[in-house]
């Protein structure tokens, strides 16, 4: 286990499975004491298996800190509740992943207002405040990590011809939403480029198959869009997550980054979610 945490207070919202419980864990296993965060506690959607306090009971195990703290990105006193407990419990936080998201996929003849709101409120309001809620001590301190989880589908599609999940993924919201984080992300950089804080956003290379993707039925049966051979671990993320969270402010922020990507241009391996290990694929 590294130490490249060591000491800093890390807050990562939508902690309970996939992208973001593996963030999570690998920052804890870095070092940092982890606050995971979600609507709930102990209580899932049946088609949505993963709980926060599963989280944090497997980063506990590990040899990790974490305490799970119940919020709700989409509600702005609830983001500024839980930004507040966790500095109740923990201090200041040094590191702040924006990883909650919402993304309706379909059609878009059939988006509602509700979808809409929904979709910027998640995905590009609440990670905006979330850093205003944090940039004081972080500036203070001359110190800090912002980082927002994107994704590949806020890249324009090539075409045509188009290829048959452009046609039928229905993700053009969740993308146009992604695609203003990334934009914003890079203006905070900017911003925030004097004050010793890094701000980047981070996205999978390929798809990571997470419970909100086998959720949506994109993997299976005859609407299969995801392809088998663009499927990544979501280990690629959570390592290129913990480079983004440690690394110099000085010369890594306003970057708009793919997973392995990354890892391929800084040399750097894939480790275990526990950080104990090299990453190797299943046979």
């Known amino acids: 286990m590294s130490n490249e945490c060591k000491g800093k207070v890390a807050l990562v919202t939508g902690a309970s499975r996939g992208i973001g419980a593996a963030i999570a864990q690998r920052l804890a296993a870095a ?11 102990d209580t899932h959607p049946p088609e949505l298996p993963g709980t926060l306090r599963e989280t944090v009971d497997t980063i506990t195990a590990q040899g990790g800190r974490a305490i799970a703290i119940q919020g709700d990105v989409v509600d702005a006193a609830s983001r500024a509740a839980f930004i507040a407990e966790c ?8 590191i702040l ?28 309001r609440a990670p905006l405040h979330l850093c205003q809620l944090v940039v004081k001590n ?24 188009y290829i048959q999940w452009e046609q039928h993924g229905g993700h053009h919201l969740y993308g146009s939403s992604k ?3 990334n934009r914003l992300t890079v203006g905070l950089a900017a911003e925030l480029s004097n004050d010793g804080i890094a701000v980047n956003t981070l996205a999978p ?9 086998l959720a949506k039925g994109l993997t ?14 979501v280990e690629a993320m959570a390592e290129a997550a913990l480079v983004l969270c440690s690394c110099d402010p000085a010369t890594l922020t306003g970057r708009v ?14 480790r275990t979610l526990d950080g104990r290990a090299i990453y190797k694929s299943p046979a």
């Open 31 to 41: 070092g940092a004491v982890v606050a995971a965060v979600a609507r709930s506690l």
């Open 205 to 213: 290379v390929a798809a990571v198959i997470t419970p909100g993707v």
């Open 179 to 181: 695609a203003a984080l």
């Open 87 to 94: 500095e109740k419990q923990l201090g200041s936080i040094d």
């Open 220 to 233: 299976a049966g005859d609407t299969a869009w995801i392809d088998p051979s663009m499927i990544e671990p």
């Open 138 to 161: 972080m500036s203070a301190k001359k110190r800090g990590w912002m980082l927002n989880i994107s994704s590949a589908t806020a890249e324009l599609p090539q075409g045509p011809p």
């Open 257 to 270: 980054t793919y997973s392995v990507r990354l890892l391929e241009e800084l040399g750097r391996p894939m």
């Open 97 to 124: 992943v924006n990883n909650a998201a919402i993304g309706p996929y379909r059609p878009f003849e059939k988006f509602s207002d509700r979808d809409f709101q929904l979709t910027y409120e998640a995905n590009v």
